[in-house]
């Protein structure tokens, strides 16, 4: 491992949904605000749980565990893309 590699979470790889603001009251009367949150597009345009099943057929690289952590190094990512987009090629 060179201290170039970059990490990604499963946040970087995979769509996010939008999230509508919310207003929670707590047991004890207080107000809670949640924030909205834009819909994202990972680098893969996958779901997470689409992503899951890749892994676990191993069709897409397995995550490394930090701590509680999921995390994929990029180079992996990156060689998996390209294997993928020249199969595509080679398809048409």
């Given at each position: 491992m060179t201290l170039n590699?970059?990490?990604l979470r499963m946040a970087d790889l995979a769509n996010?949904?939008?999230r509508a603001a919310k207003t929670h009251t707590t047991k004890s009367g207080q107000k809670r605000n949640v924030?909205?949150?834009p819909a994202?597009?990972?680098i893969t345009g996958f779901s997470t749980k689409h992503i899951y099943h890749l892994i676990k057929n191993r069709q897409f690289p397995a995550p490394i565990k930090i701590g509680h952590a999921s995390v994929w190094r990029l180079s992996e990512i990156n060689k998996w893309l390209d294997s993928h987009s020249?199969?595509?090629n080679s398809e048409a």
């Open positions: 590699d970059q990490y996010q949904p939008a924030t909205t949150k994202t597009r990972g020249q199969a595509n």
